[in-house]
């Protein structure tokens, strides 16, 4: 498959270099060492799909004029929109035109989630009551310098929308109302710290946080049988899983841990998955992408409202 990388920033320039030979241009609009400064300067008969790896606004103009050419397009997450109306069309096109839309949530991908997931799956836990997560880094500052990402909701849509689209895949459906418990400016424009969640069934407790100077990730799921637990993710390892058994009436129960100490093996995983479903014609998720730009929009009016 021949891909061009629309973004050469931080994430472009890891999507770049995944691809490695696939890649057969480049472009950014202000970075000179990119092949082209705009994709509708790219030959359409040159390439199969699109790494989009851009700020935000720019993300439903490029989606729209790669899928109406028929081009396969894997984007950055949070695909969000103003409009609701505008993710529709994108879906609409996608169809219409052959081509697959996949938004990059590349946590699903971590072993210990996918092992999670088989886990809540098999029904061993019995039936979930609460699902706690906890997802900090420390690049507040890094935020604060930026010309585009220092506004708005913030940590919102960068982790929260991680932590939303992990729950979905575990769990299915979010159709509880969620609730903003806390939300804080500590240091920058934007929010840097939130914590929020739902009462649905299962319960989410989340929290995230752009102030937690040793990036983190923890996530607890406790059920009627027995409890589950993650600590870090492969790129900030060791990463952790926990299994615990419940004892009746009470006590201390048994557990099996995992422990994984290796390179984040996500992103190749989540580029050949990509692949394989752009050779199948079948597997875009933008439907996941029109619930959580809802979610998020939710959210981020509950979040700001009060500030």
């Not at 906890?134 to 990402?149: I, K």
Request: net charge neutral.
């Amino acid at each position: 498959m021949r891909v061009v990388v629309v973004g050469l920033g931080i994430q472009g320039k890891k999507r770049l270099a995944i691809a490695g030979s696939d890649a057969v241009a480049t472009v950014d609009p202000v970075l000179n060492g990119a092949d082209y400064s705009s994709v509708h300067d790219v030959d359409l008969s040159s390439f199969d799909a699109a790494l989009v790896c851009t700020p935000d606004d720019s993300k439903i103009e490029l989606l729209a004029y790669l899928l109406e050419h028929g081009k396969h397009v894997l984007v950055e997450k949070p695909l969000l929109a103003a409009n609701p109306a505008d993710l529709e069309t994108l879906s609409g096109m996608a169809e219409r035109n052959g081509a697959i839309c996949y938004t990059a949530y590349n946590h699903r991908f971590e072993p210990h989630f996918i092992r999670m997931k088989q886990l809540i799956d098999s029904g061993e836990l019995g039936r979930i009551y609460l699902c706690r997560m906890f997802y900090g880094n420390g690049t507040a500052r890094d935020v604060r310098n930026s010309p585009w990402r220092d506004k708005g909701a913030g940590v919102l849509p960068d982790l929260g929308s991680h932590l939303l689209d992990t729950a979905t895949f575990w769990f299915g459906a979010l159709d509880a109302p969620f609730s903003v418990w806390a939300a804080n400016r500590f240091e920058n424009q934007a929010l840097d710290h939130i914590a929020f969640g739902s009462r649905g069934s299962p319960a989410l407790e989340l929290e995230i946080t752009l102030l937690s100077w040793r990036n983190h990730f923890t996530c607890d799921v406790y059920g009627e049988k027995g409890s589950a637990h993650i600590e870090s993710l492969c790129k900030w390892g060791p990463s952790v899983f926990t299994r615990r058994t419940r004892v009746l009436p009470s006590g201390r129960p048994p557990e099996e841990s995992v422990s994984l100490v290796q390179a984040d093996p996500t992103w190749a995983a989540e580029y050949d998955h990509f692949k394989k479903i752009c050779a199948a014609k079948s597997g875009s998720n933008i439907a996941t992408d029109i619930v959580l730009n809802r979610l998020l929009s939710v959210l981020s009016r509950k979040a700001l409202g009060g500030r």
